[in-house]
T-cell receptor, first 112, second 116 residues
C-alpha cells in the first residue's frame, strides 16, 4: 500500500538534544497529522496541521506544514527518555477522500 | 471520558478461519475508520464507516468487511484468513464532519491478530 517517505528511519540521540524529522510525498495534502506510537499501543496524536506554511507547537514539539503541501516537519526540543517511540506522519489528500496515508515511521531512541 | 476501545486485544486464528474485531468510538464521535498495521510499517487504511454505511474503502479485498451500529460502534470482519493478515488492527474515531478538527483521528490500542 501507499506510504509516505519519512526520514530518518531511526535515530539515536542524547538526552537534551533537539530532534528533527520530516515526511515527504509526491502528492499534495490538505491536512497533516503527527502521531507517536509506543510498543503495543495505538498512535497518539501530537499535532494537527491544516494550512500550508502553518507552524504549530505542542510543548517541546513543533511541526510545520510545508508550503508546497507535499511535506511536513516535526521538531522535538530538549529530548527526554520518554520521547522514545515511533513517530508517524499522516497526510489526508484534497477533498473527496476520507483516508489518511501514513508514513513509514521514524524510530527514536534517547540515550540518557 | 473513555477513549476508543477495542476488543479483543490479542487473538490467534488459523488459516481459513474468520475473525470479528470490535470497536467503540470515543464519546461524541460518529465516524469510525479501520487501519491495518503490519509489523514495522505505518497503518494502512481499510475503510471508514459513517451513518452506518461504508463511506470509503482502501485497497483491501472483499474478505474484509465491516459494519457500524446505530450507537456508532463498529465491527471489522475478515473471512478466509491468510498468514499475511497477521497485523495490528487499529480502530480510529473522529468528530462529526461539521465540527472543528473533524478529520483528526483518535486511535484505540488495537487488536493484535496472529494467523497460524
Amino acid at each position: 500500500g501507499q506510504q509516505l517517505n519519512q526520514s530518518p528511519q531511526s535515530m539515536f540521540i542524547q538526552e537534551g538534544e533537539d530532534v528533527s524529522m520530516n515526511c515527504t510525498s509526491s502528492s499534495i495534502f490538505n491536512t497533516w497529522l503527527w502521531y507517536k506510537q509506543d510498543p503495543g499501543e495505538g498512535p497518539v496524536l501530537l499535532i494537527a496541521l491544516y494550512k500550508a506554511g502553518e507552524l504549530t507547537s505542542n510543548g517541546r514539539l513543533t511541526a510545520q506544514f510545508g508550503i508546497t503541501r507535499k511535506d511536513s516537519f516535526l521538531n522535538i526540543s530538549a529530548s527526554i527518555p520518554s520521547d522514545v517511540g515511533i513517530y508517524f506522519c499522516a497526510g489526508q489528500p484534497p477533498p473527496g477522500t476520507y483516508k489518511y496515508i501514513f508514513g513509514t515511521g521514524t524510530r527514536l531512541k534517547v540515550l540518557a | 471520558d473513555a477513549g476508543v476501545t477495542q476488543s479483543p486485544t490479542h487473538l490467534i486464528k488459523t488459516r481459513g478461519q474468520q475473525v470479528t474485531l470490535r470497536c467503540s468510538p470515543k464519546s461524541g464521535h460518529d465516524t469510525v475508520s479501520w487501519y491495518q498495521q503490519a509489523l514495522g510499517q505505518g497503518p494502512q487504511f481499510i475503510f471508514q464507516y459513517y451513518e452506518e454505511e461504508e463511506r470509503q474503502r482502501g485497497n483491501f479485498p472483499d474478505r474484509f468487511s465491516g459494519h457500524q451500529f446505530p450507537n456508532y460502534s463498529s465491527e471489522l470482519n475478515v473471512n478466509a484468513l491468510l498468514l499475511g493478515d497477521s497485523a495490528l488492527y487499529l480502530c480510529a474515531s473522529s468528530l462529526p464532519g461539521q465540527l472543528s478538527g473533524a478529520n483528526v483521528l483518535t486511535f484505540g490500542a488495537g487488536s493484535r491478530l496472529t494467523v497460524l
